[in-house]
């Protein structure tokens, strides 16, 4: 009776503990926490090629990965609080976008979680790596350089129109790198002996209040800065410059497309997939300090020609020349 009942539990306990056995073998399934500035409509396109490079390293949202999404909608004091919300949910990669404010917040939320970030300011200039090749920390991602191209995007413009004697530039005073973003554009400025007119936005109301500044100050032509609120009012943007009969260019493609006049700058959809493949890569163990910080080899210029036509400008054919795509 003794040995039956020695071998009912026995077996009792081999029953339960199977079941656990199979569960501990499981393995977690891996949560990214993405952190943005903006909002998920702002940047639908970027995402979706985020997303494609976590395909291309084996790993699909709902099916083998899972992804925490945190939205600033454009209230910068909030990333902080966003970035610690995910590091109290433990999530197994951070990647912070839309610029340095995201990855700023994530750098001093954990020193811990690997974190892939984007960075149109210099990420060693912003703290955020050791240097571009040895990163050195929890972090490293992609530096798409948009701030540092003020200079080429403001030379460009003065290529086109050669005798508008006033130049503009809008800035976000809000964004990190807006003091070196001001002062390539300063020094373009001085180099060809035009005046320089700042702007300054943060809102859609102080947008408007800007343009109607531009008008007054008689700008000829316009340098909207490297931000990824502007990017994010593209529309907005591109209707008022429209409205002011103000040639602008823009940082990215989509600037133009959207009806402005014309772009120079990355691909922000490769810019996000390269994302995508580096989060890729540490979900399946490396390291953020062995993998160099990304930057982009490939830049667009883009010129709309019927913005050109609306505008009464005829883009020089030296310029034209050297178009990687025209908008018609």
Known sequence: MIGRRRFITVMGAVVVARPLSTRAQQPATPVIGFLNNLSPGAIAHPVAAFLEGLKESGYIEGHNLA??????????????????????????????????????????????IPTVFS?????????????????????????????????????????????????????NPGTPGA?????????????????????????????????????????EALLVAADPFFNAHRQQIVALAARYAIPAIYEFREFAAAGGLMSYGISLADAYRQIGLYTGKILKGAKPADLPVMQPTKFELVVNLKAAHALGITVPPTLLARVDEVIE
């Not at 966003?82 to 001093?108: E, F, H, N, Y």
């Not at 571009?132 to 948009?146: D, E, F, Y």
């Not at 080429?152 to 508008?164: S, T, W």
Request: proline letters at 4%; a neutral charge; hydrophobic letters at 45%.
């Open 119 to 171: 960075s149109a300011t210099d990420p060693v200039e912003l703290g955020l790596v050791a240097s571009l090749n040895r990163p050195g920390g929890n972090a490293t991602g992609v530096h798409v350089m948009s701030n540092s191209l003020e200079a080429k995007r403001l030379g460009l413009l003065h290529e086109l129109l050669p005798n508008a004697a006033t130049l503009a530039v809008l800035v």
């Open 179 to 219: 003091d070196s973003q001001l002062t390539e554009a300063e020094t373009v400025a001085y180099a060809v002996a035009r005046k320089i007119h700042i702007l300054k936005a943060n809102s859609e109301p102080e947008l408007d209040n800007a343009f109607a500044t531009l008008a007054k100050a008689r700008a």
């Open 67 to 112: 992804i925490e999404y945190r939205w600033a909608e454009n209230h910068n004091h909030r990333l902080p609080e966003l970035a610690a919300d995910l590091v109290r949910r433990q999530v197994t990669v951070i990647v912070a976008t839309g610029g340095g404010a995201s990855a700023l917040a994530a750098k001093a939320a954990t020193t811990t």
